[in-house]
T-cell receptor, first 111, second 112 residues
Framework: DVKVTQSSRYLVKRTGEKVFLECVQD?????MFWYRQDPGLGLRLIYF???????EKGDIPEGYSVSREKKERFSLILESASTNQTSMYLC??????????FGAGTRLSVL | AQSVTQPDIHITVSEGASLELRCNYS??????LFWYVQSPGQGLQLLLK??????LVQGIKGFEAEFKRSQSSFNLRKPSVHWSDAAEYFC??????????FGAGTQVVVTP
């Protein structure tokens, strides 16, 4: 079974803090994705990566950055957390053009 | 640009009754279409997918969906729902690179 693991289920941070959300997949997938999920808006793509050290902006990249130093790990970084970044964050991985497999999500609260 | 519309934000259905969730998409080429389900506090699980071929696709948990190109639709159905089907359901359209565009989701409540 594909396993996508997000390091934290719940996270509480203060405004202005630098926040790291970590995601690891164990299926040697090329592609990895970060989404945020908000009620009534579905999932919106923040960033994605097609290969190590490669990254592409999604639909809502502002306020976020990413890092992919190893194939299995894709990190989402909030350089200076703000209250409007309080949300559920979901990581996914896939082979090229194929099904995405999701982690359980990280619910981030920024106070 | 691709987009997905799920017209129903919330559906309430009795246990044992049939369920149909609507999904309309906009995409210039032949779409890759997906339905995912999310139980409370969980990530998304794939129910079924359409890439090509037979327009009626079967998925897990007794779900099926029908691709209708003329209507740009990919509606999800289940003949008889169980209380465990209470969840949020997302339709998505994908491109050949594997990027997905999701709908806003439909919350399904199952009553006894």
């Amino acid at each position: 079974d594909v396993k996508v693991t997000q390091s934290s289920r719940y996270l509480v941070k203060r405004t202005g803090e630098k926040v790291f959300l970590e995601c690891v997949q164990d299926m040697d997938h090329e592609n990895m994705f970060w989404y945020r999920q908000d009620p009534g808006l579905g999932l919106r793509l923040i960033y994605f990566s097609y290969d190590v050290k490669m990254k592409e902006k999604g639909d809502i990249p502002e306020g976020y950055s990413v890092s992919r130093e190893k194939k299995e790990r894709f990190s989402l970084i909030l350089e200076s957390a703000s209250t409007n970044q309080t949300s559920m964050y979901l990581c996914a991985s896939s082979e090229q053009g194929n099904i995405q497999y999701f982690g359980a999500g990280t619910r981030l609260s920024v106070l | 640009a691709q987009s997905v519309t799920q017209p129903d934000i919330h559906i309430t259905v009795s246990e044992g009754a049939s369920l149909e969730l609507r999904c309309n998409y906009s995409y210039g080429a032949t779409p890759y279409l997906f339905w995912y389900v999310q139980s409370p506090g969980q990530g998304l699980q794939l129910l079924l997918k359409y890439f090509s071929g037979d327009t009626l696709v079967q998925g897990i948990k007794g779900f099926e969906a029908e691709f209708k190109r003329s209507q740009s639709s990919f509606n999800l159905r289940k003949p008889s729902v169980h209380w465990s089907d209470a969840a949020e359901y997302f339709c998505a359209v994908g491109d050949s690179w594997g990027k997905l565009q999701f709908g806003a989701g439909t919350q399904v409540v199952v009553t006894p």
